[in-house]
Nanobody, 123 residues
Framework: VQLQASGGGLVQTGDSLRLSCAAS????????VAWFRQAPGKERDFVAG????????YYSDSVKGRFTISRDNAKNTVSLQMNSLKPEDTAVYYC?????????????????WGQGTQVTVSS
């Protein structure tokens, strides 16, 4: 499966952005999907994940209550709605898919990755 992330940009503190991840292939529903982010000089961190049906979602503590992940299996897309953005949200955001039984936070569990989209939040 190939993933294409989009929607990043330069915004101010408190603004919102919506990231999208478009997947190719007919097996999209067999994957858990997650968003990760990586700031310069830091490790790639789990942000949010969603199960195959979209029935369960998981968030890191740093974004819980501000970000919402969703998926549209008919369109092979996953979105990340980001509200109340903070400068510490600045990073390259990646979408990725896994065949794990549930959403897991470790990047090594994810098989395919999108190319990343830059999100910059100015103070």
């Amino acid at each position: 499966v190939q993933l294409q992330a989009s929607g990043g940009g330069l915004v101010q503190t408190g603004d919102s952005l919506r990231l999208s991840c478009a997947a190719s292939g007919r097996t999209f529903t067999s994957y858990i999907v997650a968003w990760f982010r990586q700031a310069p000089g830091k490790e790639r961190d789990f942000v949010a994940g969603i199960t195959r049906s979209g029935g369960s979602t998981y968030y890191s503590d740093s974004v819980k209550g501000r970000f919402t992940i969703s998926r549209d299996n008919a369109k092979n897309t996953v979105s990340l709605q980001m509200n109340s953005l903070k400068p510490e949200d600045t990073a390259v955001y990646y979408c990725a898919v896994s065949r794990a039984n549930t959403v897991v936070p470790g990047p090594s569990e994810y098989l395919y990755w999108g190319q990343g989209t830059q999100v910059t939040v100015s103070s």
